[in-house]
């Protein structure tokens, strides 16, 4: 691949670009302010100020009255003019789905969600099931949205399993028949027309928590999510941990012992696994009547294998990657309040963090990529 020099309307587009992700990042900015962040000339940011606004992709606040202070030229003369981006100017769609369920939002240009669904998909679903369930989905968002196509930015999909994010395909996973090796991201720029990238659905459900929720502070996190399998990502300082460009840390797949054998972490704390020692135990058939009848103390009295397979996981990626935090997710509030627990034994001295599985943040995440995407400017490649 030769890569061409950058030519002067690279630069200017690179520039456009920088101030418009600035301007997305804030509620509100004034030109001079930009001027500063940017070190760009001043008549250059004016410039581009002006093209965003002719463009439509920012308007002035009105009477915005900013967070800070302005300082240094911003406090001298005429009150500065504050610029946001006009949140009807583009539209993202992120999709999160597993061999459960599956969930879409749609955002606008301020990263507001405007519209936001998920349903729950068929037992033993096959990849051409889960396609037409996640077309009709993604339909749904863009007509009840009312977002016109033109406007839309790109579709973001968190899969499940290993994920090229180059290519868009999904490498390996085999709860759901066929995906593995299909190319999900070709599919869907087929069928919708439009810009699509693809991403393993714990790397970006831990980078949403990083950024938006409970995981906010953390220089570093180790998330774990467990559902139908369990899912391993690791976030640091933002950026989300590939080999290459293929995601990694698939530590369901890990094999841990327990007092009987050796078996996969997922063979024994994942969802059904867990459901499955409870049903023997209390009789119980669904997690809803777990979250009904049973305490955390219940599962810590019943849960020997799975504390002993977990502690022993969680050690091993703590001497392993040594995050600043770990971050436990599951569907349920009594399963993350006990993974939590088990965690916090495991990992004397280190933080736990537990959340219940949000779809939305789930896919905000999705649509996280797509905005670092938008944003960056792809030099001409042969």
Not at 252 to 277: K, M
Not at 349 to 370: E, F, H, K, M, W
Request: charged share 20%.
């Amino acid at each position: 691949m030769i890569r061409h020099p950058l030519r002067s309307n690279d630069i200017r587009e690179s520039n456009e670009k920088l101030v418009l992700s600035i301007l997305f990042q804030n509620a509100g900015i004034s030109q001079s302010q930009v001027v500063k962040r940017t070190g760009l000339k001043a008549p250059t940011v004016f410039r581009i100020f002006a093209k965003l606004e002719e463009d439509g992709y920012i308007q002035p606040c009105g009477e915005y009255t900013p967070a800070e202070p302005p300082q240094g030229a911003d406090r001298k003369g005429r009150r500065p003019n504050y610029y946001c981006v006009n949140p009807s100017s583009g539209y993202a769609i992120g999709v999160d789905f597993s061999s459960l369920a599956a969930s879409a939002i749609v955002v606008d240009f301020k990263n507001e969600v405007i519209y936001n669904d998920t349903i729950d998909v068929e037992p033993g679903i096959n990849k051409d099931g889960m396609m037409a369930v996640l077309e009709v989905l993604i339909e749904k968002a863009i007509h009840q949205s009312g977002i016109d196509m033109e406007r839309l930015i790109g579709i973001g999909i968190a899969a499940p399993g290993i994920v090229d994010t180059e290519t868009g395909r999904v490498l390996e996973y085999e709860r759901i028949g066929g995906l593995s090796g299909f190319g999900i991201v070709e599919h869907f720029r087929r069928v919708f027309g439009a810009p699509v990238l693809a991403h393993n659905n714990a790397s970006v459900i831990a980078a949403s928590a990083y950024h938006y929720g409970g995981a906010r502070e953390e220089g570093s996190l180790f998330a774990i999510l467990v559902r139908s399998g369990v899912g391993g990502a690791l976030v640091n300082h933002g950026e989300i941990f590939l080999n290459g460009t293929t995601t990694a840390l698939e530590i369901g797949r890990i094999h841990v012992t327990t007092d009987s054998n050796a078996e996969n972490l997922e063979g024994i704390c994942s969802e059904p696994a867990i459901l499955g020692a409870l049903r023997a135990r209390f009789g119980v058939t669904s997690w809803e009547e777990i979250q009904e009848q049973l305490t955390t103390g219940d599962l810590e009295a019943s849960l020997g294998q799975v504390e002993l397979a977990f502690e022993t996981a969680l050690r091993n990626l703590n001497h392993i990657f040594h995050p600043e935090a770990f971050l436990i997710i599951s569907r349920f509030t009594i399963l993350s309040e006990y993974l939590r627990a088990v965690a916090e034994r495991a990992l004397a001295g280190r933080r736990v963090i537990s959340l219940v599985y949000n779809p939305v943040q789930a896919c905000y995440g999705a649509t996280d990529i797509v905005f670092k995407q938008f944003f960056l400017l792809k030099p001409n490649s042969v």
